[in-house]
């Protein structure tokens, strides 16, 4: 059983930042994706990032770009978001996905991801 234990999200004014961590278990977890998404109530879950294991190549939003860096730990199998410049925009809840190769569907698709945390809130106060 797959296991997504995220924290550090929380409330931060405009212009500051925050750190969210996902520590996955119960499997391995060589060769996957694992990622980032946000929801905001009444909207559909959208792509945050993603990085996968192999090669450490990242994926962001657009609406990130240059502000949030994902990165991960191999050994502790757990992927970080530092989130910078943040914005009231990025209010939402964040969901730390790991890579459910469902390889029809592309990295920036939720429906590739087959694990999801319970989700962490983050509030931007302007």
């Known amino acids: 059983q797959v296991q997504l234990a995220e924290s550090g999200g929380g409330l931060v004014q405009a212009g500051g930042s925050l750190r969210l961590s996902c520590a996955a278990s119960?499997?391995?977890?060589?060769?996957?994706?694992m990622g980032w998404f946000r929801q905001v109530p009444g909207k559909e879950r959208e792509f945050v990032a993603c990085i996968d294991s192999s090669v450490g190549h990242t994926y962001y939003a657009d609406s990130v770009k240059g502000r949030f860096t994902i990165s991960r730990d191999n050994a502790k199998i757990t992927v970080y978001l530092q989130m910078n410049s943040l914005k009231p925009e990025d209010t939402a809840v964040y969901y730390c996905?790991?890579?459910?190769?469902?390889?029809?569907?592309?990295?920036?698709?939720?429906?590739?991801?087959?694990?999801w945390g319970q989700g962490t809130q983050v509030t931007v106060s302007s």
């Open positions: 996905a790991v890579d459910g190769k469902y390889y029809t569907y592309t990295y920036y698709d939720q429906r590739r991801y087959g694990y």
């Open positions: 119960g499997r391995t977890f060589s060769n996957l994706l």
